[in-house]
């Protein structure tokens, strides 16, 4: 599917397009949301890369054939830093999953390429939510095509094993065991209660020691050697 042209020396494939990675506030949050969360999620798995607004060049000796989708996960790729996503310097790997959110500066034709692109250059799935309207759209591949994923709420990627859940407001997304994928304010929140428990729980745990301690004196103040043992 990936064609191969002869190599020249003197392309050049830039790290970047140009374009500003999100137009607006929410775009970004969306972005970043999904992009971490993958990360956490194949945190153990040296094998898979997960990339954010990263180039990708599908076809060697054609720096014009590019795309730089919003997130996308390789399998079969190890983790590291990149410029960019050439794909014959990957093993030919094409990336198996792609997200795209959506803006007010998106047009039609714009997400129409993009659905092409990732269409004839192998993508295994393909996600496009719409944060303003709420509406998220997947695609699956069958043979040489996609084909829409007809009910979008409670799907599981079949790749990633990550749930989609539409709200009346939102969309809920959830790693494989059940938790939802958190912004990073959400896991400082959350890292802060746990530090705050953790501290309560030491200080009730000296006051029990210090309360067995006195309890340990008045004992001995009696006469009665107190049994270390309970």
């Not at 067995?212 to 050697?225: D, I, K, M, N, P």
Request: hydrophobic share 35%; glycine share 6%.
């Amino acid at each position: 599917m990936v064609q191969h042209l002869k190599p020249n020396p003197a392309i050049i494939y830039p790290d970047s397009d140009g374009q500003p990675m999100s137009d607006n506030t929410k775009q970004f949050r969306w972005i970043v949301v999904i992009k971490e969360n993958l990360e956490l999620l194949f945190a153990d798995r040296p094998d898979v890369f997960v990339a954010g607004d990263l180039l990708w060049y599908p076809v060697e000796g054609d720096n014009k054939i590019r795309q730089a989708p919003d997130a996308m996960v390789i399998f079969g790729r190890p983790k590291g830093d990149r410029g960019s996503y050439r794909q014959w310097e990957e093993d030919n790997i094409t990336p198996q999953v792609v997200f795209e959110i959506v803006s007010p500066g998106d047009r039609l034709r714009k997400m129409f390429n993009k659905f092409k692109f990732y269409e004839h250059y192998g993508v295994e799935e393909y996600y496009v939510y719409d944060p303003d309207t709420h509406e998220l759209i997947g695609w699956l591949r069958s043979g040489n095509v996609f084909e829409v994923v007809e009910e979008m709420n409670g799907w599981v990627s079949p790749r990633l094993e990550i749930r989609f859940q539409l709200t009346s407001d939102t969309l809920e997304i959830y790693h494989p065991n059940g938790q939802r994928f958190l912004t990073f304010v959400e896991i400082a929140q959350l890292r802060e209660q746990e530090t705050q428990r953790a501290e309560q729980e030491r200080q009730r745990a000296e006051r029990e020691q210090r309360r067995a301690e006195r309890l340990a004196e008045q004992l001995r103040a009696l006469g009665v050697e107190p049994d270390e043992g309970e």
